[in-house]
């Protein structure tokens, strides 16, 4: 940590801290994750597994990996900082107003192309929640996929097994125990979706009920006055009960209410940093 200033905590939790600090050569603000090195060996697992993943991982709408190294019995992941917070900060301070369906729609794609590029990795997300994408940007806000610590690759198209992730967020498969793919993040990108615009978490309340009501399909309906038809057809293409009939992130792109937002996008919001 020689070479950074500690600025303020982030976070703490029980694999470790999270601070936000500057290089003390130009002063660029860094967020540094720090883990014990003498935690459960599953906990320090994580950790070198999301430096894996993020170093394999190179898109606007991702938070770049810079460094990682273990000093003094503790590990280090130096990565990049998003300076407005997370989206789901930005929707309960935006509460009880709402996002204009152009608003929505901006961070939608930019989600939507991250997690493209994510699954061209063959990576899947496991994670995907409001909590775990962050925002920068000066014109505009600029979306930043993070927290990549219970990824996970997948190697010759196989599936995986291990039930993780956040229930108000699971898809169904996972909620049944069933084996599952990338298709899992494209149910939580629905979810997600749905929140943009009903500033509310579409399953919610206590684990049994969200679990109950994600196996049932039991789903909330966006205010189409506001947002329109296509934007709850574009939901409900995401929160399909079967995986296979989920929409891959190629077909979402191709979508005629999405592709628009797309080719305009960078144009909207200018400047990255």
């Known amino acids: 940590m020689d070479l950074y200033n500690i600025i303020k905590q982030l ?48 898109h606007p709408n991702i938070i770049q990996y810079y460094d990682s190294f273990i000093k003094s019995g ?46 061209e990795k063959k990576v899947i997300h496991r994670d995907l929640k409001c909590e775990n994408i962050f925002l920068t940007g000066l014109k505009g806000d600029v979306i930043k996929i993070g927290d990549f610590g219970i990824s996970k690759t997948l190697l010759n198209n196989n599936m995986a097994n291990t039930i993780i992730g956040t229930c108000n967020y699971l898809a169904p498969e996972l909620c049944d125990g069933k ?10 990108l629905g979810c997600i979706l749905y929140e943009l615009c009903a500033m509310e978490k579409m399953f919610d309340g206590t684990v049994s009920n969200v679990v109950l ?55 909207n919001l200018g400047c990255l940093d």
């Open 11 to 58: 976070g703490k939790g029980t694999f470790g801290t999270i601070h936000l600090c500057e290089r003390k050569h130009n002063q660029q603000k860094i967020v540094v994750k720090q883990i014990n090195t003498d935690l459960q060996g599953d906990q320090l697992q994580a950790a070198k597994n999301e430096v894996t993943i993020l170093k394999s991982l190179n």
């Open 74 to 119: 503790t590990f280090y992941i130096v990565m990049e900082y998003a300076c407005k917070g997370s989206l789901y900060e930005l929707i309960y301070s935006t509460r009880p107003n709402h996002f204009s369906a152009q608003h929505v729609m901006n961070l939608f794609c930019q989600i939507l192309m991250g997690l493209d590029h994510i699954h």
């Open 179 to 188: 084996p599952y793919n990338s298709k899992s993040d494209i149910w939580s």
């Open 213 to 267: 009501s994600i196996a049932s399909g039991r789903k909330k309906i966006v205010n189409t006055k506001k947002y329109g038809q296509q934007m709850q057809e574009i939901i409900d293409l995401m929160l399909q009960i079967n995986p296979d009939d989920r929409p891959d992130t190629k077909k979402l792109i191709a979508l005629p209410d999405v592709f628009p937002t797309l080719f305009v996008l960078g144009t």
